[in-house]
T-cell receptor, first 114, second 114 residues
Framework: DGGITQSPKYLFRKEGQNVTLSCEQN?????MYWYRQDPGQGLRLIYY???????QKGDIAEGYSVSREKKESFPLTVTSAQKNPTAFYLC?????????????FGSGTRLTVV | DQQVKQNSPSLSVQEGRISILNCDYT??????FLWYKKYPAEGPTFLIS?????DKNEDGRFTVFLNKSAKHLSLHIVPSQPGDSAVYFC?????????????FGTGTRLTIIP
């Protein structure tokens, strides 16, 4: 079954630590995206990648970094520079946003700073 | 600057009645719109989409209406069922070629009352 897998489902980070969230897809999608969900703020775009070895900043990229070395994988690192990292993080992939289903989302990772 | 707005954070509807969720946008470059449904601790799933060349699109119990002059779209669910209780996001895509970044609204939490 094709799909997009995010791991871990829950992640706890101490202040000052970097953490990496995994996102893997076997849908053969070229484009991948990272969004962050906060209460009352909807989904905000952190980074996106339309092809391997290329990625672009989204609206709230500060304190985050990504890599796209393989088509299947788009890991997100939350660095210690991210001032408010506690949130629900969603990864998505797409062949075309104009063709159903637009984006296919993973099940998310909840990151909590302790 | 919130380009896609869902002004009702929550909505409660009796089971069997019609649910109407609203979405407004400010960017006249948007020409394709999608609705996603999200359960807690899960990723959003695609519901229905509409292109700006149409003013209505139907899929089973779900209908999306687009009023381009008012920059407004709405999602109608009829009849509403308990499993429809979720957060609904509208999303918009601009027509410039190669731009596949979806802009999401803040979401409306729909509760269906049995």
């Amino acid at each position: 079954d094709g799909g997009i897998t995010q791991s871990p489902k829950y992640l706890f980070r101490k202040e000052g630590q970097n953490v990496t969230l995994s996102c893997e897809q076997n849908l053969n999608h070229d484009a991948m995206y990272w969004y962050r969900q906060d209460p009352g703020q909807g989904l905000r775009l952190i980074y996106y990648s339309q092809i391997v070895n290329d990625f672009q900043k989204g609206d709230i990229a500060e304190g985050y970094s990504v890599s796209r070395e393989k088509k299947e994988s788009f890991p997100l690192t939350v660095t210690s520079a991210q001032k408010n990292p506690t949130a629900f993080y969603l990864c998505a992939s797409s062949i075309s946003a104009r063709a159903s289903p637009g984006y296919t989302f993973g099940s998310g990772t909840r990151l909590t700073v302790v | 600057d919130q380009q896609v707005k869902q002004n009702s954070p929550s909505l409660s509807v009796q089971e069997g009645r019609i649910s109407i969720l609203n979405c407004d946008y400010t960017n006249s470059m948007f020409d394709y719109f999608l609705w996603y449904k999200k359960y807690p601790a899960e990723g959003p799933t695609f519901l229905i989409s509409i292109s700006s060349i149409k003013d209505k699109n139907e899929d089973g119990r779900f209908t999306v209406f687009l009023n381009k002059s008012a920059k407004h779209l709405s999602l109608h669910i009829v009849p509403s069922q308990p499993g429809d209780s979720a957060v609904y996001f509208c999303a918009a895509l601009p027509f410039n070629f190669g731009n596949e970044k979806l802009t999401f609204g803040t979401g409306t939490r729909l509760t269906i009352i049995p």
